[in-house]
């Protein structure tokens, strides 16, 4: 490993947390035929920036301040909003892990996303940056009680025990297309390395790794294996699947190459930074892979490189 690894909990905690944990409910929503002279005075009096455009419980639109200002600048008659706002609105749904929303708000440069639930498509929140940085806040308050009482009943348990040699393995199976249950094998198991007191910012690295390499398994193939041995001084990690495999290792690992499908793409994903994001987590990692057949990925993290 060249230089220092260095992960914070902030990061960690995107991948684990789910949108419906984040996002603030209930929402203020305004009706198409509501008239833009009207929506100075909603924006202002709720302290908001922009809203989602609901007729007959059905998110139809977005309307935002910049939408205002720019009918404001072309001296426009007053008009409904279904005349100014955008119909064409990008959603996450409740369940999604949260890092779908942050790489839509980031990937599309939006300053809101609406949150819809998946069954009816009902909307039932809202997420921007700032409801993210609040959401964050708290949720890293509520875990670090959680945790230490956790950490109190199980921590050292590498110590406590008397063996020659001591190997813990986890087992998790990962379905193809599952994106519903993206992340949880990743915080499952970052849960339970904290649980036996292993240092924070090796959880966090283990975490960010095996999210990387859970979700490629879930947008690339029909499924795999995780299996995890952690040690007292190290953690490996043996990711194996039964999807087409990579033809060109050396061309996938560079930052940017990616072979996303556009269904990928629409949930902010297939940027190319999956294997890079691994690589800066790991200590070691090392890739085979038969075109047809799987790919095996092996990834290293040395405990005591703290």
């Known amino acids: 490993m060249q230089g220092e690894k260095k992960f914070y909990k902030r990061q960690e905690m995107v991948y684990e947390l789910k949108v419906y944990q984040i996002m603030k409910s209930p929402v203020i929503t305004v009706h198409p035929e509501t008239l833009m002279s009207e929506l100075r005075n909603i924006l202002r009096d709720k302290g908001i920036s922009g809203t989602p455009v609901i007729e007959n419980d059905r998110l139809v639109g977005i309307i935002s301040i910049e939408d205002f200002i720019k009918w404001q600048a072309e001296c426009m008659e007053d008009c409904p909003l279904k005349q100014r706002m955008i119909s064409e609105v990008k959603t996450v749904y409740a369940e999604e892990p949260l890092v779908h929303a942050v790489s839509t708000l980031e990937s599309h440069g939006f300053g809101r996303l609406p949150v819809i639930e998946r069954d009816t498509d009902k909307l039932?929140?809202?997420?921007?940056?700032?409801?993210?940085?609040?959401?964050?806040?708290?949720?890293?308050?509520?875990?670090?009680?959680?945790?230490?009482?956790?950490?109190?009943?199980?921590?050292?348990?590498?110590?406590?025990?008397?063996?020659?040699?001591?190997?813990?393995?986890?087992?998790?199976?990962?379905?193809?297309?599952?994106?519903?249950?993206?992340?949880?094998?990743?915080?499952?198991?970052?849960?339970?390395?904290?649980?036996?007191?292993?240092?924070?910012?090796?959880?966090?690295?283990?975490?960010?790794?095996?999210?990387?390499?859970?979700?490629?398994?879930?947008?690339?193939?029909?499924?795999?294996?995780?299996?995890?041995?952690?040690?007292?001084?190290?953690?490996?990690?043996?990711?194996?699947?039964?999807?087409?495999?990579?033809?060109?290792?050396?061309?996938?690992?560079?930052?940017?190459?990616?072979?996303?499908?556009?269904w990928i793409r629409e949930m902010g994903f297939g940027a190319g930074m999956g294997l890079n994001n691994i690589q800066n987590c790991a200590d070691e990692m090392d890739i085979t892979s038969t075109v047809g057949e799987g790919t095996t990925l092996e990834i290293g993290i040395n405990m005591a490189k703290v």
């Open 124 to 262: 039932v929140g809202i997420v921007t940056k700032g409801v993210i940085i609040e959401g964050l806040l708290r949720e890293l308050e509520i875990d670090y009680h959680e945790e230490e009482i956790h950490r109190y009943r199980a921590s050292h348990i590498f110590e406590d025990l008397i063996a020659d040699n001591i190997n813990l393995v986890f087992r998790y199976h990962v379905r193809g297309n599952d994106v519903e249950r993206g992340g949880e094998v990743a915080s499952g198991f970052k849960k339970s390395l904290l649980r036996l007191g292993i240092h924070p910012d090796i959880c966090r690295r283990a975490a960010i790794a095996t999210y990387e390499a859970e979700m490629n398994t879930i947008f690339y193939t029909t499924g795999g294996n995780i299996i995890v041995n952690v040690q007292p001084d190290s953690i490996h990690l043996k990711v194996q699947d039964n999807g087409p495999g990579i033809p060109d290792i050396q061309k996938a690992l560079k930052p940017g190459f990616s072979t996303a499908s556009d």
